[in-house]
């Protein structure tokens, strides 16, 4: 079965910065698109960041755009998510997900999902 599980969060001051790590298993990763969301309290889910499964195209959230860089190494089947510069309204329990493609994990269709990690970001 398939298991993503997640890694790197924590507490951290505004402009610190952060990694993430996503181990997946029962699956051939190499062959699947990844990416992060992340659910802050009272709110829905949100797209973060996804990757193909070669790593050549990435896709961001406007509000991560230039600060978070997601990638991948399909040796480990592990992916990753580089955030700089936190802000305080990036805190949220971050999930990494695996899918098909690109395309349906920015729209948050796939049934495979961690179990997250909390980043906490103090002002």
């Known amino acids: 079965q398939v298991q993503l599980v997640e890694s790197g969060g924590g507490l951290v001051q505004a402009g610190d910065s952060l990694r993430l790590s996503c181990a997946a298993s029962g699956l051939t990763f190499s062959r699947s698109a990844m990416g992060w969301f992340r659910q802050a309290p009272g709110k829905e889910r949100e797209f973060v960041a996804a990757?193909?499964?070669?790593?050549?195209?990435?896709y961001y959230a406007d509000s991560v755009k230039g600060r978070f860089t997601i990638s991948r190494d399909n040796a480990k089947k592990t992916g990753y998510l580089q955030m700089n510069s936190l802000k305080p309204e990036d805190t949220a329990v971050y999930y990494c997900?695996?899918?098909?493609?690109?395309?349906?994990?920015?729209?948050?269709?796939?049934?495979?999902w961690g179990q997250g990690t909390q980043v906490t970001v103090s002002s």
């Open positions: 997900a695996v899918g098909p493609t690109t395309r349906e994990l920015v729209t948050g269709s796939t049934d495979y």
């Open positions: 990757v193909s499964w070669s790593g050549t195209s990435t």
